[in-house]
C-alpha cells in the first residue's frame, strides 16, 4: 500500500489533470442526460406510446459494450470524432435509461387521489406537475440520476480509448505496460470518485427539502464546469495533435514525437492509446489528429485493402502514392522493421525443434495461441497465415490485450504469442521467434503519417518531423520497449531520455 501510495504522489501532477478531466466528463454528461431525460420521462407519463419507444430504445442504447458504442460514434458527423466530444455523446445515452426511467416511475406512481384533488382545487396540468407530481416524484428521480453518475464514472474509464481524457488513461496505459502500478493509479480514484458522487446524491435525495438541495448542487456543479472549461481555454496558437496506436511501442513512439515536437518549440497535445490502425487513420484522415506513428504493411493491406507485397520499397511508394491522394503525407522510415513475430517458450521451441514457421504444421493441431483479436480480421493477419503454411490451429486462439500476451505465454496460459520484433520481453524473457521461411509477412517500416492541412498550418512541422527519419534502429527500440515493458518506466520517461541523447550517428537533436 505504502508503494502505491508513494506511486500515486510522483504523479500527483498528472493525476490532478486526469481526475480533473474524469469529473468534467462525468458532470458534463450527467447534465446533459438530466437535461434530455428529466423532460422525456415526463412526455413519455402523458404517452404510453412514447415511453415503450424510449424505454426501449435507452434499453438497447444499455445492452452495447461500452467500448462498442464509443467505435460506433467515431464515423458520425458532428457528434463523433477523437475526444472528449464523443466521450459525453457515449456517456449521456448510458445515463438516459434510469433517469428516463425513474421519472416515468416516480410521477406514475404519485398517488392518483393526490392529483384528482389538485384538479379539484383548480390547478392546471402544468402547474400540477410543477406543484404536485414533481415534488413527491422528485426522491425517486433523484435515485436515477443517483444511479446514472455513479455508472458515469465507471464508464468514463472507457473514454480514454477514443482520446477523452481522465483516469482511464492510466488504466489503458497499465495494460499495454503490464504495470499494475498504473491501472491501480485509474482504478482506486474513479472508485473513490464513484463513492464520493453517490454519497453526495444519496445526501441530496434524503435532505429535508431535495429540490432546493438538488438546485444548490446543479449550481455548484455548473460553476466548477465553467472554471474548468475557462482553465482549459486554448492559447491563440494551435497545438499539434499527437495520437497513437493502444499498445507499448506505438505509446513510446507517440511520445517521441511529442517530446521532439515540444523541444522545439510546438505546442503539443497527446491523443495516444487510441486503439486500433483503422481508428488512428479515421482521426488523421479527419483532422482530429494531426499525425500518427503508422507500419508500411499496416497501410498497405489493412487501410488500403492491398494484396501482400514483399519488396520494402515498392510498398512504401504505393503507400505514399494512395495517401497523397487523400491528403495524407507518409514520411520516410524511422530506422526499424516491426514485424509480426510467432514467438514461443524456448523450452517447449527446443523439445519439439521448432524453428520456423512451417515446423508447426505436425503441431497446429495442438498448440494454444494467444494475440490480439485485430490479427483474426487483418489481410496480412491470420487467413492468410494458415493459408500459405497450409495448417490450422486445433484451439481457438485466445483474444487478449497486446500489453497481456506475454505474460499469458510466461504463465504457460497460451502456447505461442503472435507478437512484434521489436517487443522488449521477447529477449527479456528467452523467447524464441519463428522464421517466417515462406516470408508471408509484408514489410512493416515504421513511419509516420501525417495530415497534410495540418503541415501546412504549422510552418516547420514537416521539417521537424523529418528530423526524426533514420534515427530508431531495431535494436534501439527493442530497449525502448524493454525499459517499459521490463523496467516499468514511464513512456513519457523513456522518451525524453532518448530524446536528449544521441542517436545511433552521434548527432544530437539540434
Known amino acids: 500500500m505504502s508503494a502505491a501510495l508513494g506511486f500515486l504522489a510522483e504523479r500527483r501532477d498528472e ?66 470524432g477523437i475526444g472528449a466530444r464523443t466521450g459525453i455523446v457515449a456517456l449521456v445515452l448510458y445515463a438516459l435509461l434510469p433517469i428516463l426511467r425513474n421519472t416515468y416511475v416516480g410521477i406514475r406512481q404519485v398517488d392518483p387521489a393526490v392529483v384528482e384533488a389538485a384538479t379539484g382545487m383548480g ?44 483516469l482511464g488513461t492510466y488504466v ?122 503508422e507500419y508500411t504493411g499496416t497501410a498497405l493491406t489493412d487501410i488500403l485493402k492491398r494484396p501482400v507485397a514483399t519488396d520494402p520499397g515498392a510498398v512504401l511508394r504505393t503507400v505514399r502514392e494512395d495517401y497523397s491522394r487523400i491528403g495524407l503525407r507518409v514520411g520516410a522510415p524511422l530506422g526499424f522493421d516491426n514485424s509480426y513475430a510467432l514467438a514461443m517458450r524456448r523450452a517447449d521451441a527446443e523439445s519439439r525443434r521448432l524453428r520456423r514457421i512451417s515446423d508447426l504444421a505436425p503441431y497446429a493441431s495442438q498448440i494454444r495461441v494467444g494475440l490480439a483479436g485485430e490479427f483474426l480480421e487483418r489481410e496480412d493477419g491470420m487467413p492468410g497465415l494458415v493459408r500459405t503454411y497450409g495448417f490450422r490451429f486445433g484451439p481457438p486462439p485466445v483474444e487478449m490485450d497486446l500489453g497481456l500476451l506475454y505474460q499469458a505465454l510466461a504463465d504457460a496460459r497460451v502456447d505461442l504469442v503472435v507478437g512484434s520484433t521489436t517487443d522488449g520481453l521477447i529477449d527479456a524473457l528467452g523467447l524464441v521467434v519463428l522464421e517466417d521461411d515462406r516470408r508471408y509477412f509484408p514489410p512493416y517500416d515504421a513511419v509516420i503519417v501525417s495530415n497534410e492541412a495540418s503541415l501546412a498550418a504549422h510552418p516547420g512541422l514537416a521539417q521537424a518531423l523529418a528530423n526524426l527519419e533514420g534515427r530508431i534502429d531495431a535494436a534501439t527500440m527493442r530497449k525502448l520497449n524493454y525499459a517499459v515493458d521490463g523496467e516499468h518506466r514511464p513512456p513519457t520517461d523513456v522518451a525524453r531520455a532518448w530524446i536528449l541523447a544521441k542517436d545511433k550517428f552521434g548527432k544530437p537533436f539540434e
Open 15 to 80: 493525476l490532478l489533470t486526469l481526475t480533473g478531466q474524469h469529473v468534467v466528463l462525468v458532470l458534463l454528461s450527467t447534465l446533459f442526460a438530466v437535461a434530455l431525460g428529466l423532460p422525456l420521462g415526463i412526455a413519455m407519463t402523458r404517452r404510453a406510446g412514447l415511453a415503450r419507444v424510449l424505454l426501449a430504445a435507452a434499453g438497447v442504447c444499455q445492452t452495447i459494450p461500452s467500448l462498442a458504442l464509443f467505435g460506433f460514434l467515431i464515423p458520425v458527423p458532428f457528434i463523433g
Open 123 to 166: 390547478m392546471t396540468p402544468r402547474q400540477r406537475l410543477r406543484l404536485v407530481e414533481l415534488p413527491l416524484a422528485l426522491p425517486v428521480i433523484l435515485a436515477g440520476v443517483r444511479i446514472a453518475t455513479v455508472v458515469g464514472v465507471g464508464t468514463a474509464t472507457i473514454a480514454a480509448g477514443v482520446g477523452a481524457g481522465g
Open 172 to 293: 489503458f496505459r497499465g495494460i499495454a505496460t503490464v504495470d499494475t502500478r498504473l491501472i491501480l493509479a485509474g482504478a482506486i480514484p474513479s472508485a473513490l470518485l464513484a463513492l464520493l458522487a453517490d454519497g453526495l446524491l444519496a445526501r441530496v435525495e434524503k435532505s429535508r427539502r431535495p429540490a432546493r438541495a438538488a438546485a444548490w448542487l446543479t449550481a455548484a456543479c455548473l460553476l466548477a464546469l465553467a472554471v474548468s472549461l475557462l482553465a482549459a481555454t486554448p492559447g491563440s496558437r494551435r497545438a499539434v495533435v499527437v495520437g497513437s496506436k493502444n499498445f507499448t511501442e506505438q505509446v513510446i513512439l507517440g511520445e517521441i514525437l511529442a517530446a521532439h515536437l515540444e523541444a522545439r518549440g510546438f505546442p503539443v497535445v497527446r491523443q495516444l492509446n487510441l486503439g486500433g490502425a483503422l481508428l488512428c487513420h479515421q482521426a488523421v484522415l479527419s483532422a482530429e489528429i494531426d499525425l500518427y506513428p
